[in-house]
Nanobody, 115 residues
């Protein structure tokens, strides 16, 4: 069983920064993709950024140049550094792990950006 635990959300003013962390535990195949999704009220969950264990990285257009995803494969941890935050970044952020055709999700962490 794989578990994902997120931390680092909170309330920040527009223009500020936050860093999210997600630790995966359990039986995890070394080749995988870890990433972050977000869901704002009344909207569908969307990909924010992902990073494969081999290094390939993908970002949503709306966060390019502001957010940076990184990971520590040895610790099964993925990070999301969020800079220049905007009110439209307000959402619940979910950690995701894709491995051997299965998707695992964290419980979500709230990010609120005030104007």
């Amino acid at each position: 069983q794989v578990q994902l635990v997120e931390s680092g959300g909170g309330l920040v003013q527009a223009g500020g920064s936050l860093r999210l962390s997600c630790v995966a535990s359990g039986t995890i195949f070394s080749i995988n993709v870890m990433g972050w999704y977000r869901q704002a009220p009344g909207k569908q969950r969307e990909l924010v950024a992902s990073r494969a264990s081999g290094g390939n990285t993908n970002y949503a257009d709306s966060v390019k140049g502001r957010f940076t995803i990184s990971r520590d494969n040895a610790k099964n941890t993925v990070y999301l550094q969020m800079n220049s935050l905007k009110p439209e970044d307000t959402a619940v952020y979910y950690c995701n792990l894709l491995s051997l055709g299965r998707a695992y999700w964290g419980q979500g962490t709230q990010v609120t950006v005030s104007s």
